[in-house]
């Protein structure tokens, strides 16, 4: 039987909040020996009522009661892309490890759950076993697009991210346009964005020849 992955966590940043406040001075009473009388004026500054991101977009408040949430993560070696910016066992002084180790702790505090990666040379072979089997140990992969998709979304893997209630794909910390161009016949199976560096690194290019695709008259490719 076959099973998606249903269960998929978001890690947010937020920008923090400014609040402004207001002092009041008060004027000494104006001697009465001939001079004007004058008077101390008290103005409040403007209340701020810009929303804040966690007002727009709020936190979840699921409690998974101290499950584990398991990533499988790429190490193939493949053309230098192996690429960890989920998981860190613990903070060993490098300043990404270190961001990542405390970032991942504050999720898990949020939502009472332990995050778990597990290196491996193939994760979508992994991936694909675990989901045939009916087992959920595993609840996230990080791979590369061309080796995910014509596999594990062709064949039903996966989960349409567009119907986790708790992930808001329209907030600022998700790459828009990456998502976007992800999305095939309205669904959406992966998504990038400040949660993790990887698609800031390991972009790929596709390219073609304008001559030849004018002299053998194919269509339009950006069409």
Avoid at 123 to 149: G, H, N, Y
């Amino acid at each position: 039987m076959k099973r998606s992955i249903s269960r998929i966590t978001s890690l947010l940043l937020l920008a923090a909040l400014l609040i402004p406040t207001v002092t009041a001075c008060a004027g000494e009473d104006a001697k009465q020996s001939g001079s004007d009388t004058t008077a101390a004026v008290t103005t409040a500054a403007p209340e701020d009522t810009t929303p804040s991101l966690e007002d727009i977009y709020p936190l979840p408040t699921s409690n998974y009661d101290g499950k584990e949430f398991n990533i499988l993560i790429l190490r193939s070696g493949y053309a230098g892309q192996d690429y960890n910016d989920l998981y860190a066992e613990e903070d060993s002084g490098d300043a990404i490890d270190a961001a990542l180790f405390k970032r991942n702790q504050k999720v898990e505090d949020l939502v009472s759950t332990k995050i778990v990666g597990r290196e491996l040379p193939d994760t979508v072979t992994e991936i694909s076993k675990l989901i045939r089997a009916d087992d959920d140990t595993c609840e996230m992969i990080q791979d590369r697009a061309a080796f995910m998709m014509p596999q594990l979304a062709s064949e039903g893997l996966l989960h349409d991210i567009n119907n986790i209630s708790q992930i808001t794909l329209e907030a600022p910390w998700y790459n828009t346009r990456s998502n976007d161009s992800a999305t095939i016949a309205n669904e959406l199976y992966m998504i990038s964005g400040d949660a993790t560096a990887s698609d800031k690194i390991g972009i790929a290019a596709v390219m073609f020849n304008k001559k030849l695709a004018e002299d053998f008259q194919i269509p339009n490719p950006y069409e």
